[in-house]
């Protein structure tokens, strides 16, 4: 079972920082947050994964409480091709990323 | 293109048929993993393989196998098909099944079964 509580959907309106929420209160000291995303019926996108500390890359950045039992991700600039089901897992030792229902973000112009 | 070739795209089927998905890795990715994804279930983790050895099982069907050749490419058969097995097929890689390294999904192969 997915570790990780997500709301179902959120909006954004274009230009603005999309910021999606993930609980993942029973997170173990050695476990992974990961971030994938799914555009309609594509291939689950890789976006950010952090351990403890707040990451940043081109795509997004992750900010992780320092109870490390809620994240967000997130999206500078959210754009119209940022419309997707986000995902955030909590990947264990044995290296299995087990998906749950994820957020759908709408992009609005 | 994200490096994880998989064939076919499409499959359309009879219930009661056989059929088999391949997968082509990442280079240099040891690690293989089936996912299926239906409408009412989402992504769901079939099986996972480690150069070549089963590393883990998910919620895959007997009537479902898989493998993984010595050149790393993957296959997952489904045989006895039915209606229920209709749904999109994914394939990811990885360099290695330790958490700090992500995978990378291809495109899928969306299986209709009639």
Not at chain 1, 12 to 35: D, F, K, M, Q
Not at chain 1, 77 to 90: G, K, M, N, P
């Amino acid at each position: 079972d997915a570790k990780t509580t997500q709301p179902p959907s959120m909006d954004c309106a274009e230009g603005r920082a999309a910021n999606l929420p993930c609980n993942h209160s029973t997170i173990s000291g050695n476990e992974y947050v990961y971030w994938y995303r799914q555009i309609h019926s594509q291939g689950p996108q890789y976006i950010i994964h952090g351990l403890k500390n707040n990451e940043t890359n081109e795509m997004a950045s992750l900010i992780i409480t320092e109870d490390r039992k809620s994240s967000t991700l997130i999206l500078p600039h959210a754009t119209l091709r940022d419309t997707a089901v986000y995902y955030c897992i909590v990947r264990d030792e044995g290296g299995k990323l087990i998906f749950g229902q994820g957020t759908e973000l709408s992009v609005k112009p | 293109d994200s490096g994880v070739t998989q064939t076919p795209k499409h499959l359309i089927t009879a219930t009661g048929q056989r059929v088999t998905l391949r997968c082509s890795p990442r280079s240099g990715d040891l690690s293989v993993y089936w996912y299926q994804q239906s409408l009412d279930q989402g992504l769901q983790f079939l099986i996972q393989y480690y150069n070549g050895e089963e590393r883990a099982k998910g919620n895959i069907l007997e009537r479902f196998s898989a493998q993984q050749f010595p050149d790393l490419h993957s296959e997952l058969n489904l045989s006895s098909l039915e209606l229920g097995d209709s749904a999109l097929y994914f394939c990811a890689s990885s360099v290695d099944s330790r958490p700090n390294y992500g995978y990378t999904f291809g495109s899928g192969t969306r299986l209709t079964v009639v």
